[in-house]
């Protein structure tokens, strides 16, 4: 079966950082391009950053750009998000998603396979 499990979700003071890592398994990894997104309590879930299967190409939405940084490793079957300057904004649910497209996209339905969900806490 399928598993995508996050780490590295905790809690951090704003100005901080924090390294979400998401650990693949049951698939040919490199084959899928992989999705960062973010739920708070009470908003629809939202996406924060993508990378393709070739890691040529990555995208962000605008409220992280120049603070998150996506990067991915086929050889370990792992996708990252580092988190620089973190505000309180950004607390929330973090999920890694999975589509087997070359196309990165921002919606959530068009991924495949998801994960737990790591919590992100920043206080201000």
């Known amino acids: 079966q399928v598993q995508l499990v996050e780490s590295g979700g905790g809690l951090v003071q704003a100005g901080g950082s924090l390294r979400l890592s998401c650990a693949a398994s049951?698939?040919?990894?490199?084959?899928?391009?992989m999705g960062w997104f973010r739920q708070a309590p009470g908003k629809e879930r939202e996406f924060v950053a993508g990378?393709?299967?070739?890691?040529?190409?990555?995208y962000y939405v605008d409220s992280v750009k120049g603070r998150f940084t996506i990067s991915r490793d086929n050889a370990l079957n792992t996708v990252t998000l580092q988190m620089d300057s973190l505000i309180a904004e950004d607390t929330a649910v973090y999920y890694c998603?999975?589509?087997?497209?070359?196309?990165?996209?921002?919606?959530?339905?068009?991924?495949?396979?998801w994960g737990q969900g790591t919590q992100v806490t920043v206080s201000s």
């Open positions: 049951g698939l040919t990894f490199s084959l899928y391009t």
């Open positions: 990378i393709n299967r070739s890691r040529s190409s990555t």
């Open positions: 998603a999975a589509r087997s497209s070359v196309v990165i996209g921002t919606s959530s339905s068009v991924y495949n396979y």
